[in-house]
C-alpha cells in the first residue's frame, strides 16, 4: 500500500493517523508513506495492526521532530529517505525486537536490510541525531548528500556484514577526518563517490 500527500491538492499535509484509524491491514506485506505527518501513535497503530509487514518505507515525513519506530518482528526491509524540502526531523530512533526480549523469546527478528538516504536541509543536517538498534541487521545501505560521521553508526557498524555508502565528493573534501569504527564481520563493501554539478570542472 502506498499512502502518498501531494501538496497540488492538499495543502495541509496528510496526517498518517487517518489511515491507521480507518482501514485495517492486518494482511499488510508492503506499506510506503510519502509526504505525510507521522506521529508516533499512527506508527505504532499502523504497525502493530499489521502483524505480517515485511517491507516498510517512509519518505519526507512532513511537520515531524521525532521519528520513533519498533520495527516488528516480520519485517525484512526498512528504508527512510528525507528530502532538503522537508527540514523539521530532528531525531531518528530505530529497533527491532531482540529475541532475548521476555515477551519474545521465541521469536527472531528478521530484518536484515536497512536503507538510509538523507539530504535533509540548509544548514546541514548534522544535528538530526540518530539510534539503530536492530540486532540481526546485516546489510546496511547510507546515501548522505551532507556532512557524514560515522557516531550515529559506530554501534550497528561492527555487525554489518554488507554495507553500500554512497556519500558526496564535497563531504569527503569539506567533513573532518573521523576515526574509523570496527568492521568486525564486514564480508562486502560497495563504496559510491557521487559529484554534484558544484564539485565538476568547469568546462
Not at 11 to 18: F, G, L, Q, R
Not at 26 to 54: K, T
Not at 83 to 97: A, G, H, N, R
Amino acid at each position: 500500500m502506498h499512502l502518498k500527500s501531494f501538496d497540488t491538492f492538499l495543502p495541509i499535509p496528510c496526517d498518517a493517523t487517518v489511515l491507521a484509524d480507518r482501514y485495517p491491514m492486518y494482511w499488510l506485506r508492503d506499506l510506503y508513506i510519502q509526504g505525510c505527518v507521522l506521529p508516533e501513535i499512527a506508527i505504532h497503530r499502523l504497525l502493530s495492526n499489521s502483524p505480517f509487514l515485511e517491507r516498510f518505507s517512509v519518505a519526507d515525513i512532513r511537520e515531524t521532530h521525532k521519528l520513533k519506530i519498533v520495527l516488528p518482528l516480520n519485517l525484512k526491509f526498512f528504508k527512510i529517505t528525507q528530502s532538503p524540502e522537508y527540514c523539521s526531523l530532528k531525531y531518528i530512533e530505530i529497533s527491532s525486537f531482540s529475541s532475548s526480549d521476555h515477551h519474545h523469546q521465541n521469536q527472531h527478528p528478521i530484518l536484515n536490510l536497512m536503507e538510509m538516504e538523507m539530504d535533509t536541509c540548509h544548514p546541514p543536517s548534522a544535528n538530526i541525531k540518530i539510534n539503530i538498534s536492530a540486532p540481526n541487521l546485516s546489510y546496511l545501505m547510507i546515501r548522505l548528500w551532507e556532512e557524514f560521521k560515522f557516531d550515529s553508526y559506530r554501534t550497528l557498524l561492527p555487525q554489518i556484514k554488507r554495507l553500500h555508502l554512497c556519500i558526496c565528493s564535497e563531504v569527503l573534501i569539506e567533513t573532518p577526518a573521523d576515526p574509523v569504527p570496527e568492521f568486525s564481520k564486514l564480508e562486502r563493501l560497495h563504496f559510491q563517490m557521487m559529484f554534484t554539478i558544484y564539485s565538476l570542472p568547469a568546462l
